[in-house]
């Protein structure tokens, strides 16, 4: 079955940040992982969650899964940040997560190889930003967090918990 999926994410980059949109989708043809669209580290990242997968034994699907960054001028960006993201998009289209629905929902962490979730420390204003940019949306707003965010109607799901309780664990 074609499913496709969407993330939001942000990225520091230098003194402020970036609103990034992460997106996917799989298909029959050649079976694999594809990242696109972050200057030449998709492959490194790509192989970061093979071995995330295999060290967890986890099995899905026989397809080609694509997963691609929507941004510009990323060069100045920590594209680390967008490891947590991705991972949540080719897990969930892999059918490994419980969450289907992406496209309210914001993400952005590094993972290290020991499933260690390193979540970036968000500026004053950036959630009251982004909710001003959801507000066209009329709908709530998730973040795939460790906690929840002070001052912000953000719904927040613990993302190394919900990772736990799907794949393994995270710290």
């Known amino acids: 079955m074609f499913m496709e999926i ?6 520091p980059c230098q003194s402020t940040y970036k609103k990034i949109e992460v997106f996917g989708y799989n298909s029959k043809s050649q079976p694999g992982l594809e990242i696109t669209g972050i200057n030449g580290r998709g492959k490194t990242i790509k192989e970061k969650f093979i071995f995330l997968s295999k060290k967890r034994k986890l099995r899905y699907p026989l397809k080609r899964f694509v997963l691609c960054v929507e941004g510009e001028n990323l060069d100045k960006c920590q594209l680390d940040y967008l490891e947590l993201p991705l991972l949540i998009c080719f897990w969930s289209m892999a059918n490994l997560l419980p969450l289907k629905r992406l496209d309210n929902c914001y993400a952005s962490a590094k993972v290290s190889l020991d499933g260690e979730i390193h979540h970036w420390q968000a500026p004053d204003g950036l959630w009251q930003d982004l909710r001003a940019q959801d507000e066209l949306r009329k709908e709530r707003s998730i973040y795939l967090g460790p906690s929840k965010i002070d001052g912000s109607d953000f719904e927040t799901i613990d993302v190394a ?4 309780q799907s794949v393994g664990s995270f710290k």
Not at 6 to 11: E, G, Q, T, V
Not at 161 to 164: P, V
């Open 161 to 164: 918990d919900m990772l736990a």
């Open 6 to 11: 969407k993330l939001n994410s942000f990225l």
